[in-house]
């Protein structure tokens, strides 16, 4: 770890009430039950464990492992794991192993390292690491680098679930319930220790946490839920859906665009001996551990997943799928207004000798109709800005038809609406902004809906072909989700009458009117099913394609 990274910090993203709670002295247990553990917001108590023998008594640096080594005794085998990626221990199981090992061995392996920290050589990830070490008869491994890599983790003290798996149930006298979680219905208490310095992959766990350390030195990394976007979970079907795909020594920001507001989002928070820090399920962490660090961890279920009946789970999938998507949808939105916002002024409409004759003609038609035309024409009731729309849509419109016209292509085929679609996809998978790849949503995005009410009544009016162009064949999925949008602003601003007006004439100018509602209705669904990729993608880990 750089020095530079080593100390707390909460990043600039991270929303204030998402910010791990400090406090001095333990709470009570009716305290944390009401007021902390409900928040579901990480918490650091110090000196929780001050009371417990375990921080006397195992210090590794004044006689702990002698204790330790006499207290389990010789022929106890705990389960170790090895990593193939040096000091870092990622959850994917191709990335590690775990394998019996004498506790007495591992103990030997940590005081052979107190004894000789410098032997270790730090580039052990350059040597040939992975294999299963021999240990010498005074329990060393053969080699510094394997036994570096080895980790006492998760190993039970308490296990309801699985009381055979309770290897180190001896060690239970030397701890304590912690005051603020008496009285839990814990599902196991683990220890957990390490020889020389390590990290661990970001995960979440599906239990709330209380996490205690013992002896050592813990920096905790922590992303809430919501954060999961920036942190690519690996897809929920596999062993290691807890995980995040990003590698935390050397992140590919190239495939993994989002994870460099990583950091943004996150706090860390140092954990010195009698410190504990309050993990809430789902609570990505990542953690680094100093040489020869000891933890006791209690996991709970929370009251949420205890009292969630398994009859509503599919009820409670399609409703936290649907708030998903929701928002997203409107974080997609609302970053394109704000992208808009910064791009103003940036499109260039087509001039006279670019574009087609009809854009010349709306400006002949402005500048040069006598002054009794202008009173009557429809276009001068629109604002220059609204007319400067207008302008732009139409030599867009003729501008396509044009190109089309040209390389004699007929109307698109189903075909080329499936690649369309297909390249739709590719936008939302890549995370590219929808609104940079639909210059008519750019266009329409920032008026007002008043405003692009009449401007659609003159298109009506007087460029009917055009505007029954636009929506047909070019209105993009975003498009029709911002122009619905827009309709529904304007219908809260106009009594029923002009509602009703407005449609009658909007859908007078094409041939089929239920293929114009088609066409609004689809763009909107194909948005819908964008964000819904993003959605699992981002917080599921897991691509879909949109059925034919």
Not at 37 to 47: C, I, K, L, S
Not at 68 to 81: F, Q, S, T, W
Not at 198 to 227: E, M
Not at 315 to 322: A, D, G
Request: with cysteine; charged share 25%; aromatic share 8%.
């Amino acid at each position: 770890m750089r020095a530079e990274d080593a100390g707390e910090f909460v990043g600039a993203r991270l929303d204030a009430g998402l910010r791990a709670a400090r406090f001095g002295s333990p709470p009570s247990a009716e305290e944390f039950a009401a007021a902390i553990e409900p928040r579901n917001v990480p918490a650091v108590f110090r000196g929780v464990v001050k009371d417990w023998a375990a921080s006397s008594r195992w210090d590794p640096l004044h006689g702990g492992l002698d204790y330790l080594l006499e207290k389990v005794g010789p022929d106890v085998d705990v389960e170790a794991m090895i990593s193939s990626t040096g000091h870092v221990f990622y959850g994917d199981l191709r990335s590690h192993e775990r394998v019996p090992v004498p506790f007495s061995r591992f103990i030997h392996s940590c005081k052979s390292y107190l004894r000789h920290p410098n032997a270790a050589s730090d580039s052990s990830k350059e040597k040939e690491i992975g294999k299963e070490p021999t240990f010498s008869e005074e329990g060393c491994t053969s080699s510094s680098e394997s036994s570096e890599q080895f980790y006492i983790a998760q190993v039970s003290i308490l296990n309801t679930e699985n009381k055979e798996r309770c290897l180190l149930e001896v060690l239970k006298e030397d701890i304590q319930e912690p005051t603020c979680v008496k009285g839990k219905p814990f599902s196991s208490i683990n220890i957990w220790m390490n020889r020389a310095h390590l990290r661990s992959s970001t995960h979440y766990d599906p239990h709330h946490n209380l996490l205690c350390v013992v002896a050592g030195c813990k920096r905790v990394t922590l992303w809430p839920p919501s954060a999961s976007p920036c942190l690519y979970p690996m897809p929920v079907y596999g062993e290691a859906s807890n995980h995040s795909s990003v590698s935390i020594e050397e992140p590919d920001y190239s495939s993994y665009t989002r994870a460099r507001y990583m950091k943004e989002y996150s706090e860390r928070v140092i954990l010195n001996c009698g410190d504990a820090l309050f993990i809430p399920e789902g609570w990505y962490h990542q953690v680094d551990s100093d040489d020869l660090t000891i933890a006791i961890n209690f996991w709970w279920k929370s009251r949420i997943m205890s009292e969630m009946l398994e009859h509503m789970d599919a009820y409670y999938l399609r409703r936290i799928l649907s708030r998903l998507v929701d928002k997203e949808m409107n974080k997609m939105v609302q970053e394109s207004s704000l992208c808009h916002s910064k791009d103003s002024g940036s499109f260039q409409p087509m001039d006279e000798a670019s574009g087609g004759s009809e854009q010349f003609d709306l400006h002949n038609q402005v500048e040069n109709s006598d002054s009794s035309d202008k009173k009557d024409s429809p276009l001068q009731t629109l604002k220059p800005s609204t007319l400067q729309a207008l302008y732009e849509l139409i030599s867009l419109v003729h501008n396509s038809v044009e190109i089309v016209s040209q390389n004699e292509t007929t109307e698109p085929t189903s075909q080329d609406a499936s690649c369309n679609q297909s390249n739709e996809r590719k936008i939302a998978a890549d995370d590219s902004s929808l609104l940079e790849k639909d210059i008519i949503t750019k266009i329409i995005l920032p008026l007002k809906s008043l405003e692009l009410r009449s401007m659609l009544l003159v298109m009506a009016h007087t460029f009917p072909r055009t505007l029954e162009t636009l929506v047909l064949n070019m209105l993009g999925p975003i498009g029709a989700e911002i122009l619905t949008r827009k309709f529904d602003e304007m219908d809260q601003q106009a009594t029923k009458e002009q509602q009703s007006e407005f449609y009658k004439i909007f859908y007078s100018v094409f041939d089929d009117q239920y293929a114009a509602m088609d066409a609004l209705l689809n763009g909107k669904e194909l948005f819908s099913f964008q964000v819904f990729q993003n959605v699992l993608d981002q917080y599921i880990g897991v691509h879909v394609d949109r059925p034919n």
